[in-house]
T-cell receptor, first 116, second 108 residues
């Protein structure tokens, strides 16, 4: 089974702190994604990466950055956390084109981040 | 990315069939239609995907008419454990766009 793990299930931080959310996948997937999920808004894509050291902005990249130094690991960084970044953060991974189940993404359990 | 529209919520009872219809008027020729399911406190998981006509697996069936401008996810004989949010997506390349989904509540 594909496994996507996230470093924390719950996290509480203070405004202005630098926050690191870590995601690791064990299926040698090329693509990795970070989403945030808020009530009534669904999942919104923050950043994604299609290869090591490569990244592209999603729909809401402001206030976030990412790092992908190794294929299996994708980190989301909040440089200076703010209260409006309180949310559920979900990481996902997928194979590149040619996958039998086109575009299937495998999600981690999520990290619920609260910024006080 | 093709925009999708689906109902916000649906209620059902155990043993009934639940049908969720999604519209995707601007679907492109090469686009697939994909559905994900999300239980509370978990990430979404893929449940079914199709291109045209009908696809069935152990979880659900997906019906796609010839014009492909809509699709219907059918959950046969639902149980309480089928209570979840169901998302209809039309991915382009490897990018997915999730809307608010349809919250399905199954009651005893």
């Amino acid at each position: 089974d594909v496994k996507v793990t996230q470093s924390s299930r719950y996290l509480v931080k203070r405004t202005g702190e630098k926050v690191f959310l870590e995601c690791v996948q064990d299926m040698d997937h090329e693509n990795m994604f970070w989403y945030r999920q808020d009530p009534g808004l669904g999942l919104r894509l923050i950043y994604f990466s299609y290869d090591v050291k490569m990244k592209e902005k999603g729909d809401i990249p402001e206030g976030y950055s990412v790092s992908r130094e190794k294929k299996e690991r994708f980190s989301l960084i909040l440089e200076s956390a703010s209260t409006n970044q309180t949310s559920m953060y979900l990481c996902a991974s997928s194979l590149s084109g040619g996958a039998l189940r086109y575009n299937e993404q495998f999600f981690g359990p999520g990290t619920r981040l609260t910024v006080l | 990315l093709a925009k999708t529209t689906q109902p916000i919520s649906m209620d059902s009872y155990e043993g009934q069939e639940v049908n969720i219809t999604c519209s995707h008027n601007n679907i492109a020729t090469n686009d697939y239609i994909t559905w994900y399911q999300q239980f509370p406190s978990q990430g979404p998981r893929f449940i079914i995907q199709g291109y045209k006509t009908k696809v069935t697996n152990e979880v659900a069936s997906l019906f796609i008419p010839a014009d492909r401008k809509s699709s219907t996810l059918s959950l046969p004989r639902v149980s309480l454990s089928d209570t979840a949010v169901y998302y209809c997506l039309v991915p382009t390349d490897y990018k997915l766009s999730f809307g608010a989904g349809t919250t399905v509540t199954v009651r005893a």
